[in-house]
């Protein structure tokens, strides 16, 4: 099975401008998290997205949104960038969406690396 | 979920045993312990979880304290591959689906 996939890989944008960052979860994994991870404060939890509706958000302002589509493949955006989102944005994806949340693995995309100047 | 503390940083030479340790003295009868590691420019990925008994796998090995206040993974011959940031989470009956990363021990292997 293909992993977790991210596009693009790396991206610039500038103050004030406004990003889509794109994942396609593992083949049958209907739910899909976004994370963002920097150095000063590691990997921070961002929303969580199954079938077509988000189930969990983290601490973000509202520039930051996401959906889903039918396919179980999720963007994010990012409105009115500051440079204090420069940051790696990573995908995760499960099978499940409750039940087994104890136990269930997510499987980590390689992320877009997003430098805003 | 209840916090875990982890080392910041540990060395190793590679192929010797590696053991990291992880507090969790919160912990609830109902938490799993689960490990996740992050190789350099890559996303996390997971390692091994357990409950109560040492759990083992290709990966690793998990052993779990009698209290379950604190446990250890296993890396049984250290490869410069496993260079990584190792991830301890605890998730209960009361977890969202999203993972609750604290700082992690950053693993260095030695040739």
């Known amino acids: 099975k293909a992993g977790v996939t991210q596009t693009p890989r790396y991206l610039i944008k500038t103050r004030g401008q406004q990003v889509t960052l794109s994942c396609s979860p593992i083949?049958?994994?209907?739910?899909v998290s976004w994370y963002q991870q920097t150095p000063g404060q590691g990997l921070q939890f961002l929303f969580e997205?199954?079938?077509?509706?988000?189930?969990n958000k983290g601490n973000f302002p509202g520039r930051f949104s996401g959906r889903q589509f039918s396919n179980s493949r999720s963007e994010m955006n990012v409105s009115t960038l500051e440079l204090g989102d420069s940051a790696l944005y990573l995908c995760a994806s499960r099978p499940l969406a409750s039940g087994a949340k104890r136990t269930d693995t997510q499987y980590f995309g390689p992320g877009t690396r997003l430098t805003v100047l | 979920d209840a916090k875990t503390t982890q080392p910041n940083s540990m060395e190793s030479n590679e192929e010797e045993p590696v053991h990291l340790p992880c507090n969790h003295s919160t912990i609830s009868g109902t938490d799993y312990i689960h490990w996740y590691r992050q190789l350099p420019s890559q996303g996390p990925e997971y390692v091994i979880h357990g409950l109560t008994s040492n759990v083992n796998n290709r990966m690793a090995s998990l052993a779990i304290a009698e209290d379950r206040k604190s446990s250890t993974l296993i890396l049984h011959r250290a490869t410069l591959r496993d260079a990584a940031v190792y991830y301890c989470?605890?998730?209960?009956?009361?977890?969202?689906?999203?993972?609750?990363f604290g700082k992690g021990t950053k693993l260095s292997v030695k040739p």
């Open positions: 997205y199954f079938s077509e509706t988000q189930r």
């Open positions: 989470i605890l998730r209960g009956g009361g977890s969202q689906g999203n993972l609750i």
């Open positions: 083949s049958g994994h209907r739910s």
